[in-house]
C-alpha cells in the first residue's frame, strides 16, 4: 500500500475550535513540530502553534498554543528556561550532541575541584557561537543545510545569560548538570564548550527541558498519556489563554471601559503605579457566576501618559 492509500484510510478529523495553552511531555526521538501535529489531531483543535522547538533528541516541557493562545506565544518565545542535561566528556561530535559523528576524542583527567573552577566562567553573561547544526538562517538558508553540505560559514558570537548552573552529578566522563539560561542559549553548545575548557572535549548525550518562564513540566500530561485518554477527557488538559501571561500585572474594567478597550480606544488610566504591560480583564457580573474568572479582553500598555492602550486583543472578548 503506497502512502497516498494509507492517507486515504485514515480518517478524517472534524476539526474544532479550541482555545487555551497544553503543556505536553515531548519524548524524544521525534521533532517539536511532529508532537504539535500529534496533540492537535488529539484535541481536533483547529489552529495552533508550539513555542520554543526541542531538537528531536531532547524531550520534557513544550508548550502548545490553541486558537487565541497562539496571539500569546511571544511571551513564551522570550521566557527564560532550564534544562537538565548530560554531558560526555572526552568526545567532540560535529553537531555537538549525541547524534552527531565523532571528530575528536582525548583522554579525561578531570576532578572535582577543576570542573568547579571552570563552571565559574560559564555563569551569567557569557556569548556563545551559534552551531551550524541550527535553524538559523544565513542568506536565507537554515545553516544546517550548509552543514549537511560539509559547508562552515562564519557565526557571530551572541550574548546569553546562564543565571544557575549546578552540577548533579560528576563520575569519570560523564557530567549531569542543572542549566537555567537566558533565550536563545544553545545547551549543546554550552556543554561543548565547557569540555573544551576542561581540555578534553564534550557533546550533549541527553536534554530535558524543565521549565519554560513561569511553567513546569511538573504541570505537563506525556504526550503518549494524552493520546491514550478519551476524547472529553483531553480538553481537560487544556489550561486557560492567560497561563501564558500569569506574570503581568492585571486590570480589570466595568463593561462600559471594557467595551471602548476591545474596539482599540486608549483609556485615561490615573492614579496608579502600574506602568508597562498589563493584562486586561472585563470585570465578573452577575452573569458571570459559576464562571471561573472574568473575561479575558487582552493585553494592554500602562504608558507615561497614564493612558492604558489595547496591544493584543482576544477575539471575541467582548461578550
Known amino acids: 500500500m503506497d502512502a497516498r492509500s494509507r492517507g486515504a484510510d485514515r480518517p478524517k478529523v472534524a476539526w474544532r475550535p479550541v482555545h487555551g495553552v497544553l503543556l505536553i511531555d515531548k519524548p524524544s526521538g521525534i521533532t517539536s513540530t511532529a508532537a504539535l501535529a500529534r496533540a492537535r489531531r488529539a484535541l481536533r483543535a483547529e489552529k495552533g502553534g508550539h513555542t520554543g522547538t526541542l531538537d528531536p533528541m531532547a524531550s520534557g516541557l513544550l508548550p502548545l498554543c490553541f486558537g487565541e493562545a497562539t496571539k500569546f506565544a511571544s511571551d513564551l518565545l522570550d521566557a527564560d528556561k532550564s534544562y537538565a542535561a548530560t554531558v560526555r566528556l572526552g568526545i567532540n561530535t560535529d553537531t555537538g550532541d549525541a547524534e552527531g559523528q565523532a571528530v575528536l576524542t582525548r583522554d579525561v583527567a578531570v576532578d572535582r575541584a577543576t570542573l568547579d573552577r571552570v563552571l565559574v566562567d560559564f555563569r551569567g553573561p557569557i556569548e556563545q557561537v551559534p552551531p551550524m547544526y541550527s535553524a ?38 560523564t557530567l549531569e548538570i542543572v542549566v537555567r539560561c537566558s533565550k536563545g542559549t544553545y545547551i549543546r553548545t554550552l556543554a561543548e564548550d565547557i569540555g573544551n575548557r576542561l581540555g ?73 503605579a502600574i506602568q508597562g504591560r498589563v493584562r486586561v480583564y472585563r470585570e465578573a457580573g452577575i452573569e458571570d457566576a459559576g464562571r471561573p474568572d472574568a473575561c479575558l479582553l487582552g493585553t494592554g500598555l500602562v504608558g507615561f501618559d497614564d493612558r492604558l492602550a489595547p496591544v493584543r486583543l482576544v477575539a471575541n472578548s467582548s461578550r
Request: hydrophobic share 45%; with cysteine.
Open 136 to 173: 538559523l538562517k544565513r542568506d536565507g538558508r537554515p545553516l544546517y543545510d550548509y552543514a549537511r553540505q560539509g559547508i562552515t560559514v562564519e557565526r557571530a558570537a551572541r550574548a546569553v545569560t546562564i543565571h544557575a548552573l549546578d552540577v548533579m552529578a560528576f563520575e569519570g566522563t
Open 200 to 272: 578534553c572535549g564534550g557533546h550533549l548525550i541527553a536534554l530535558r527541558r524543565l521549565t519554560v518562564g513561569a511553567l513546569s513540566l511538573h504541570a505537563s500530561t506525556p504526550l503518549e498519556a494524552l493520546e491514550r485518554l478519551a476524547p472529553e477527557e483531553r480538553d481537560a488538559h487544556v489550561l486557560p489563554i492567560d497561563t501564558l501571561i500569569v506574570g503581568l500585572p492585571r486590570i480589570d474594567l466595568r463593561d462600559d471601559l471594557a467595551r471602548r478597550f476591545v474596539e482599540g480606544q486608549r483609556l485615561a488610566w490615573p492614579g496608579t
